[in-house]
């Protein structure tokens, strides 16, 4: 089958004919030529003109044949447009002045999404820039044509991007069926989170109708003020993280304090043994754990404590939550456990967010927030080069987005 045959199936272009296929090198060159009588389209205005000269031809990168690169070579007509002027044309396999055809940036974020951006670019011997500005034009082209409608549920949160304190607000939505990213801020302040309420307008906030967050003062204060509507709760995985960090500096604290007035090292190798489940230990670390709670420690006081919390997320209802909640509240004030009773205190000026997971725990699941949360750090991760906010965005919108890819029509509307 020839090379003419294969594109007219599945590349036809209205207007313009593929003429001449030639090697040249190790690359696949065809020629193409615009139709007898067709009219050039402007590329400002789109209205059809009468042809003033061509310019030089071009080529244009298409997708690879049995590995080997493909050039759609043109040369560009200028358009004589009575609004315009004398312009270039406006040419249905590309955008602007790209150097690309549509139907290559397509491929290419395609595997972009699967690979990372360098990897792409070795593989299809191509740039790493040219991987960047195909992904780029079809989140961009996404972003335009995604539709916000339906989000009834969301989640707020922060991620680091960089090292010390450089953070990202990220709003996903989080409904049963249909989870994505839906918005990227700089930092985690208030005004950063307000303008993603602007973003959706005030209809679309008031449809909302449940909001996952952890305790973060400044989204606490816009998510209250925007969507003061909807079922505020905080996020279950955020709350038993505090306590488990609380209980880790008991630990470390009474281990220094042990180490330095010669007792035995018994909270050595301790750490995991006292936060996780005990359902997720290993043998070893079971062991390790009966070996620590025969002593009277305060970090055997505060795993106890730890543990009978998760005792809250046993009932179904937060009428019988609520008393549960508060007795070990009580208890946890009267453990002299500082690090505890801080915690406590956090817990009980904001016991009816807690109270409000067992009134929209059906609708999503525990941790749902931090596992996106863990696909963008991998995203990070694996995007070799990723130091511009605007890089990082685009990447993330293209992995987490589920955007809409461009339409290869092939011609003009």
Known sequence: MQVKTILNRVHPIKGFVYEKVRFVEDMIEVEIRSRKRARAYCSGCGRRGPTYDHLPARRFAFVPMWGIPLFLVYALRRVNCRRCGVTGERVPW????????????????????????????????????????????????????????????????????????????????????????????????????????KM?????????????????????????????????????????????????????????????????????????????????LSDKQRIKLQDVLRYDLKSVRGYLLKESFQGLWEFVSAKWAGPYLDGWVGRAMRSRLEPIKKVARSFRAHR?????????????????????????????????????????????????????????????C
């Open 94 to 197: 590309s955008e602007g002045k790209r150097p690309v055809t549509r139907a290559y940036a397509v491929f290419l974020a395609r595997w972009a999404r699967r690979l990372s951006w360098k990897e792409t670019a070795s593989i299809f011997k191509t740039s790493w820039e040219t991987v960047y500005r195909s992904v780029a034009w079809v989140v961009e082209y996404g972003l335009e044509h995604r539709s916000l409608d339906g989000v009834t549920a969301i989640g707020v949160d922060e991620v680091q991007f960089q090292k010390g304190h450089r953070y990202l607000t990220v709003v996903y939505q989080i409904n049963e069926h249909y989870r994505r990213l839906l918005w990227i801020g700089r930092d985690r302040t208030a005004k950063t989170l307000l303008r993603f309420f």
């Open 200 to 280: 959706m307008g005030r209809q679309r906030s008031a449809a909302i109708q449940f909001v996952c967050s952890d305790m973060w003062k400044p989204y606490l204060k816009v998510i209250a003020k925007k969507a003061s509507q909807a079922v505020h709760i905080l996020d279950r995985f955020h709350l038993v993280a505090r306590l488990n960090k609380a209980l880790d500096e008991i630990r470390a604290g009474e281990a220094r304090r042990m180490a330095s007035q010669g007792y035995a090292p018994v909270l050595t190798h301790s750490r995991w043994c006292l936060l996780k489940r005990p359902e997720n």
């Open 352 to 412: 009816q967010l807690i109270l409000n997971w067992f009134e929209a725990h059906k609708e999503f699941s525990a941790g749902i927030v931090e596992g996106l949360n863990y696909k963008i750090k991998l995203t990070l991760r694996k995007a070799y080069g990723f130091r511009e906010l605007g890089t990082a965005e685009i990447a993330l919108y293209h992995a987490l987005g589920k955007l809409p890819e461009p339409k290869l029509t092939h011609e003009f």
